[in-house]
């Protein structure tokens, strides 16, 4: 956000327009009774992708706003959540075989980014920055998986391929999760992350 005038940066419209959209679209799905969005936990999602576009806000005020504003970790924190919710509301996971897979790749690597943002602002090595981005990475895209299966996955006609696809899942996800910690560890250190 800009003094003065009042005025907010680009960045902060960013943050904004994909917060609505993520926001919007959720609720579209959850209650607009369409069949792209049968049997696919949309309460579920309503009820917990919020979190996504909450957490670094609340963190950053919770801290007392003492740095700029990470508006940089916030977009690719809520972007993730925002193209899984595009997808189902085009219809693409079922209309196109590849859409979830390039999505564990690209969600991950765009999670994982996040992280790697925040990491790279402490100025720990790359050693450390690789090994946190790529842990966060591979224990998200777990704990992906187990809330996919108690969500929905248990109780649908999905249960019979479920292994296969989610073994698929989770290597896609670590491969996001790698590239983005490469990313962020080997960044030159006197390269800097937009963050306003």
């Known amino acids: 956000m800009r003094t003065g005038l009042g005025k907010y940066s680009a960045a902060f419209w960013l943050d ?106 402490t100025g720990l090595g790359s050693w450390e920055t690789l090994a946190l981005v790529v842990g966060f990475g591979a224990v998200t895209a777990i704990l992906w998986e187990i809330a996919e299966y108690l969500a929905f996955i248990r109780d649908s006609p999905e249960l019979a391929t479920a292994y296969i696809d989610t073994l698929g899942d989770l290597t896609l996800g670590l491969a996001g999760s790698c590239l983005a910690g490469l990313a962020a560890a080997l960044v030159p250190r006197r390269q800097r992350f937009p963050v306003t």
Do not use: M
């Not at 369409?34 to 949309?42: I, N, T």
């Not at 992708?49 to 950053?60: E, G, M, R």
């Open 16 to 121: 904004i327009a994909v917060k609505a959209a993520l926001i919007c679209l959720l609720i579209f799905g959850a209650f607009s009774g369409l069949q792209q969005f049968e049997g696919k936990g949309f309460l579920w999602r309503l009820a917990t992708y919020p979190i996504a576009a909450l957490v670094i806000p609340l963190i950053w005020a919770l801290r007392g706003r003492r740095s700029a504003y990470p508006y940089a970790t916030d977009v690719l924190l809520t972007l993730p959540f925002l193209i899984d919710t595009l997808g189902n509301t085009l219809d693409l996971y079922d209309t196109i075989v590849w859409w979830d897979d390039v999505n564990h790749l690209v969600n991950w690597a765009l999670l994982s980014g996040a992280i790697g943002v925040l990491v790279r602002r």
